[in-house]
C-alpha cells in the first residue's frame, strides 16, 4: 500500500512538471512572437544632431511606427526617419514633413508659404527660415521636409538634398523614450495650410 501511494505521486508530480513545462513553452513562445511584431512594427532611434532643436535633442531616444505609411498616409508636421545619400554619404536623418505631394512650398524673406498662406514658425529655433524657393511643387510619392532648428538644418531646400520618397521614410516619431522630464507622445507642430 506504501509503495502504490509512492508511485501515485509520482505519476502526480510527473504530471505537474509536464503542465509546467508545457505552460512556459507556450509562455516563450508567446514572448518571441511578441517581440518579433513588435520589432516588424515599432523601433528606436536616438537623436545624433542638433537639425531639430528645440523639439528634439542629441541623445533623444524615441519610438519610431515603422508602418505608419505602409498602412497610413503621411501628415504635414509629422516628425520622421529617413535614410538618404548626402555629399556621398547614406545618413539618417530626422526631420519634420513641411509639404506633401502636390503641395507648393515658397520661402522667402524667412518665411514658409505651403500653398500660398504663410505658415506659423514659432516651434522652431529661431522662428525663421533662411532660403529662397519660389512655387516648388512636391513632386508625387515624396514628401519635402524640413528641420526645426532651420538655419543649420541639412533638409529638402538645396537641391542636393531635395525631397525624401515616402518609400524611403524608416518610419514616424510616436514617442519618446528619453530624457524623463520629456516621456511622452510627440508635439505635433506645423503643417498649417
Excluded at 34 to 44: D, E, K, P, W, Y
Excluded at 69 to 91: A, H, L, M, N, Q
Excluded at 144 to 149: A, E, L, P, R
Excluded at 155 to 179: A, C, N, Q, Y
Amino acid at each position: 500500500m506504501e509503495n502504490q501511494t509512492s508511485e501515485t505521486k509520482t505519476n502526480s508530480e510527473k504530471k505537474k512538471d509536464t503542465v509546467s513545462n508545457r505552460t512556459f513553452i507556450i509562455a516563450l513562445v508567446i514572448v518571441i512572437i511578441l517581440g518579433v511584431l513588435l520589432n516588424v512594427f515599432i523601433g528606436s532611434v536616438r537623436v545624433k544632431e542638433t537639425s531639430m532643436l528645440p523639439n528634439f535633442v542629441e541623445n533623444d531616444h524615441l519610438l519610431i511606427n515603422k508602418m505608419a505609411y505602409k498602412i497610413g498616409e503621411p501628415e504635414r508636421g509629422d516628425v520622421i526617419i529617413f535614410k538618404k545619400t548626402v555629399y556621398g554619404d547614406s545618413e539618417r536623418l530626422i526631420k519634420r514633413v513641411i509639404g506633401l505631394p502636390g503641395d507648393t512650398i515658397t520661402i522667402k524673406d524667412n518665411e514658409v508659404y505651403l500653398n500660398g498662406k504663410k505658415q506659423d514658425q514659432s516651434y522652431t529655433h529661431d522662428g525663421i527660415t533662411p532660403g529662397n524657393v519660389e512655387n516648388y511643387t512636391v513632386p508625387a510619392g515624396q514628401l519635402y521636409v524640413m528641420g526645426d532648428n532651420r538655419i543649420v538644418s541639412l533638409d529638402s531646400r538645396p537641391k542636393e538634398t531635395g525631397t525624401v520618397s515616402i518609400s524611403k521614410v524608416k518610419g514616424k516619431v510616436i514617442f519618446r523614450l528619453t530624457p524623463l522630464n520629456k516621456f511622452g507622445t510627440i508635439p505635433h507642430y506645423g503643417g498649417d495650410e
